[in-house]
């Protein structure tokens, strides 16, 4: 497919594939969070316990984490579409079988390994790092729009599953979730994924190759300082370690909240319904957040600076969440945190393209993904074990928000000016990174 | 209980609250508002399909063939 020279100014082909990207997230992290929907019916038919269906949900999260570079060098050498299109086959044949379903040990081999290993080939850091090789100027604002998709998906899939669940059974549900994945997922991503734009002879944000840029070098073929061949190149370096440690306190903090807040506010003497409508708000802040983010740091530059901002954002609602008493203290926490709850997501992936290149970004991807799913692991347990305790979430929540502090000083000291292309091809965007 | 991830969960609680208010406003059976809810999600791939088929027509991008 090329964009023929007609004079005309078509949509540049990159923003389908944005689209397509986001589609998928939406589809299949929307499949994934539906697990929720499956627990009491599953439950009540084979006479599970919580605590079983937990084990499954938990399986998923940890070998989707684990498998994530692994997902990423796969990507790095094959590229994305053959990672994404296999993986979301793969994804939907799963979720078919999960109707099929007849013991626990079944639910943990499709669900927990083969659901969860599927998941890493159509997770956020490939679909970012496939996006990455289409934009560069507007690199953010892909990635963000990108980003979007978990909240949206989370919310109408999950929806549509609990319809479905209402309107027949467990078992017809899976199925025709897996049919969505199948019949509607696999095919937008087969017509328009494409790897690269240099295989449409495009380049990246759709610019043109003029005979001047071409003699002096365009900014696409800028290499900077740290460019990386592999990932152990890059994590020879300072600003991998300084974002994945503010991702792994991003994981830490968020997962905490997603498990935790709605109980926290309960426990506060909100009720259920209430505290639901505040998570719900927050959870629209989201996609308001993510996509407002990779814009504006696109816009004026300085990816760092607007990450650090996010962290600092979210270690104070997390202050507030803490010192404002009441609903108050919730809305205003849901207020600010909402809006930098998946905002990190399009700025990491934005800098760290920027600054290590494309040729690894998968594999560095899948370990920044695997930095911040631990943050959420540890803090989950943490938080349900330090309730258990002492009977409040004034601990964890204190050290949730402690954490983040430290976390915006790490990002906002990664040498941006230094090391991202954006700045060493002078092709920087109005603002300063500020280092 | 939800599945820890980054963003895109949804609360047990939420879903109920959700699901309550859309039953008042529609007030629809369950295969109404789970049809409804797979037509928003298929808008996406209905407008990109659409899109580049009226792109393609008025000539700005040629066949499929990478």
């Known amino acids: 497919m090329k964009q023929a020279d007609t004079g005309k100014h078509p949509l540049y082909y990159g923003w389908y594939i944005v689209f397509t990207c986001m589609f998928i997230v939406l589809l299949t992290n929307g499949v994934r969070n539906s697990f929720t929907v499956f627990i009491i019916p599953m439950e009540t038919d084979f006479g599970w316990s919580r605590g079983t269906t937990s084990v499954a949900a938990s399986v998923a999260l940890l070998v989707s984490a684990v498998i994530q570079p692994f997902a990423g060098r796969i990507f790095d050498s094959l590229g994305g579409r053959k990672v994404l299109l296999s993986s979301m086959v793969v994804l939907g044949l799963a979720t078919v079988l999960l109707s099929f379903t007849f013991n626990f040990i079944f639910l943990v081999l499709v669900f927990g390994v083969v659901f969860g290993i599927a998941m890493s080939g159509v997770s956020l850091s490939n679909t970012m790092a496939l996006l990455s090789r289409w934009f560069r100027r507007n690199r953010g604002t892909a990635t963000g729009i990108n980003a979007t998709g978990l909240a949206a998906g989370g919310l109408l899939m999950v929806l549509l599953a609990a319809y479905l669940?209402?309107?027949?059974?467990?078992r017809t549900t899976w199925a025709i979730l897996g049919m969505l994945i199948l019949g509607l997922g696999v095919p937008i991503a087969y017509l328009f994924l494409r790897n690269d734009p240099s295989q449409m002879g495009l380049l990246p944000d759709g610019d043109i190759d003029t005979p001047d840029e071409r003699?002096?070098?365009?900014?696409?073929?800028?290499?900077?300082?740290?460019?990386?061949?592999?990932w152990s190149q890059a994590f020879r370096s300072w600003p991998i370690w300084q974002l994945s440690i503010s991702y792994f306190v991003c994981g830490f903090t968020t997962s905490i909240i997603s498990i935790h807040f709605v109980p926290f506010a309960i426990g506060e003497g909100i009720s259920p319904g209430l505290a639901a409508t505040i998570f719900g708000f927050m959870m629209l802040l989201n996609i308001v957040g993510s996509f407002g983010a990779g814009f504006v740091s696109d816009r004026f530059g300085g990816t760092k600076n607007w990450l650090a901002l996010v962290y600092l954002c979210r270690g104070g609602a997390y202050v507030l969440l803490l010192v404002v008493p009441g609903s108050l203290g919730l809305w205003m926490f849901a207020a600010v945190a909402g809006l930098s709850w998946v905002a990190t997501n399009p700025l990491t992936t934005s800098l760290t393209a920027d600054v290590y290149g494309l040729r690894a970004l998968g594999t560095i991807g899948g370990i920044s993904i695997f930095f911040h799913s631990m943050g959420g692991f540890i803090s989950v347990n943490m938080a349900g074990f330090l309730y258990d305790a002492t009977g409040s979430y004034t601990i964890p929540f204190a050290i949730a928000g402690a954490l983040l502090f430290p976390a915006a000083l790490s990002a906002f000291t990664i040498r941006e000016r230094k090391y991202s292309t954006r700045y060493v091809g002078g092709s920087a965007p109005m603002g300063a990174s500020g280092d | 209980m939800s599945v820890a991830a980054h963003g895109g969960?949804?609360?047990?609680?939420?879903?109920?609250?959700?699901?309550?208010?859309?039953?008042?406003?529609?007030?629809?059976?369950?295969?109404?508002?789970?049809?409804?809810?797979?037509a928003v999600i298929l808008v996406i791939p209905v407008v990109l399909v659409a899109l580049y088929l009226f792109q393609r027509k008025r000539g700005n991008y040629d066949a499929v063939g990478d």
């Open chain 2, 9 to 38: 969960e949804l609360d047990i609680h939420l879903l109920g609250w959700i699901k309550d208010l859309l039953d008042d406003i529609l007030g629809l059976g369950d295969w109404a508002v789970a049809a409804l809810i797979g």
């Open chain 1, 165 to 170: 669940m209402q309107a027949t059974n467990w």
């Open chain 1, 215 to 230: 003699s002096e070098g365009t900014p696409e073929r800028l290499v900077g300082p740290l460019e990386a061949d592999r």
